[in-house]
T-cell receptor
Framework: KQEVTQIPAALSVPEGENLVLNCSFT??????LQWFRQDPGKGLTSLLL?????REQTSGRLNASLDKSSGRSTLYIAASQPGDSATYLC??????????FGKGTMLLVSP | ETGVTQSPTHLIKTRGQQVTLRCSSQ?????VSWYQQALGQGPQFIFQ?????ENGRGNFPPRFSGLQFPNYSSELNVNALELDDSALYLC???WGAGTSGANVLTFGAGSRLTVL
């Protein structure tokens, strides 16, 4: 059974800092890994999708890496801003388009 | 191209009642999945429908049931509501449900259910 763990559970940083969120998964037989953002009480916004054959994806200030063999992914956020405050969720797709999610990292960026 | 829309956005029920949540898939998508997200947790997979047939189910009891219609919209029904059913219910759609698994899910904004 696939299990996804995210560390840390919560993170508080001052504006401008670079930060790294971590995600690990137990079964390396995945098709892709996706990072989502969730604002309080809202749905999911897809940030980055990494296919199993890829090592990283970049979008603006966000960079996600994938090491499938070790079961790890990181989300790097450069020059954090207060608007980045949200919960970040990692999810792996092990087949049939169903996702297994971690519990998320709650990020607070203070001005 | 429209996204995934869900209704209602919020609702309150009492224990023992039944609830129906609705989802309209993104245009061109024929697969719908439902997820339950309890407070402080990540979403958990409930089930998936592909071409009106259930083709995958997570660890949820039979009182959680669903339907997918010919226009690929979907319903999630929960009978005999329990307090622990209070959660955000997310619908997601994609195209195809084969073993490639490479299709990207598009999520709706969710329906927040409170059971008193």
């Amino acid at each position: 059974k696939q299990e996804v763990t995210q560390i840390p559970a919560a993170l508080s940083v001052p504006e401008g800092e670079n930060l790294v969120l971590n995600c690990s998964f137990t079964d390396s037989a995945i098709y892709n890994l996706q990072w989502f953002r969730q604002d309080p009480g809202k749905g999911l916004t897809s940030l980055l999708l990494i296919q199993s054959s890829q090592r990283e994806q970049t979008s603006g200030r966000l960079n996600a890496s994938l090491d499938k063999s070790s079961g790890r992914s990181t989300l790097y956020i450069a020059a954090s801003q207060p608007g980045d405050s949200a919960t970040y969720l990692c999810a792996v797709n092990s087949g049939y388009s169903t996702l297994t999610f971690g519990k998320g990292t709650m990020l607070l960026v203070s001005p | 191209e429209t996204g995934v829309t869900q209704s209602p956005t919020h609702l309150i029920k009492t224990r023992g009642q039944q609830v129906t949540l609705r989802c309209s898939s993104q245009s061109g998508h024929n697969t719908v999945s439902w997820y339950q997200q309890a407070l402080g947790q990540g979403p958990q997979f409930i089930f998936q429908y592909y071409r009106e047939e259930e083709n995958g189910r997570g660890n949820f009891p039979p009182r959680f049931s669903g339907l997918q219609f010919p226009n690929y919209s979907s319903e999630l029904n929960v009978n005999a509501l329990e307090l622990d059913d209070s959660a955000l219910y997310l619908c997601a759609s994609t195209w195809g449900a084969g073993t490639s698994g490479a299709n990207v899910l598009t999520f709706g904004a969710g329906s927040r259910l409170t059971v008193l």
